[in-house]
T-cell receptor
């Protein structure tokens, strides 16, 4: 058990458009999900913490109006990159913690975003 | 930055040799985890060591943790070409249940 999926696995879009990435916990409920970004040959950097039913908490330097996060249910969080630009091209990875289990996170397979 | 540091940044070895990667961190932790990432792919969880543990084994993996030095090491014994990947340490920022802070990673290349 404890599978996290992401959709799409990759996306190419034009500059100025918006892209939505979904993160789903398939077989468990996740009160908290996390969004990370990874640029080529770099490590994962936390973007925001997403809590079901409340506003996301963004890390310093991450624009909340540009990266919209919605966690409307216990199994789904979405990240929308608004007005995407080439510098937003990156690998976006989500993770989820089981409700009530605090020290283990389950990672999705990631979404490769390329903005032309 | 709270990001952990790892060394070496890159490591090239021959099959059968051992590979050691080190991670240093800056905050108090509840546990420290190691992940593997093949190029362009998702993360694979390798092992978790709690703050009250000093050493842990899992197959060919051995992890140590020294909380006084805020450091951890990952040893892969008898490496294989399939071990070629990037390896990251990660820890909770302040307390369990919060987001993970990742180290900068070590890129391991194992040649046959």
């Amino acid at each position: 058990g404890a599978v996290v999926s992401q959709h799409p696995s990759w996306v190419i879009c034009k500059s100025g458009t918006s892209v939505k990435i979904e993160c789903r916990s398939l077989d468990f409920q996740a009160t908290t999900m996390f969004w990370y970004r990874q640029f080529p040959k770099q490590s994962l950097m936390l973007m925001a913490t997403s809590n079901e039913g409340s506003k996301a908490t963004y890390e310093q330097g991450v624009e909340k109006d540009k990266f919209l996060i919605n966690h409307a249910s216990l199994t789904l969080s979405t990240l929308t990159v608004t007005s995407a630009h080439p510098e937003d091209s990156s690998f976006y990875i989500c993770s989820a913690s089981k409700t009530g289990v605090v020290d283990t996170q389950y990672f999705g397979p990631g979404t490769r975003l390329t903005v032309l | 930055s709270q990001q952990g540091e790892e060394d070496p940044q890159a490591l090239s070895i021959q099959e059968g040799e051992n590979a050691t990667m080190n991670c240093s961190y800056k905050t108090s932790i509840n546990n420290l985890q190691w992940y593997r990432q093949n190029s362009g792919r998702g993360l694979v969880h390798l092992i978790l060591i709690r703050s009250n543990e000093r050493e842990k084994h899992s197959g060919r993996l051995r992890v140590t943790l020294d909380t006084s030095k805020k450091s951890s090491s990952l040893l892969i014994t008898a490496s294989r070409a399939a071990d070629t990947a990037s390896y990251f340490c990660a820890y909770n920022r302040n307390q369990a249940g919060t987001a993970l802070i990742f180290g900068k990673g070590t890129t391991l290349s194992v040649s046959s």
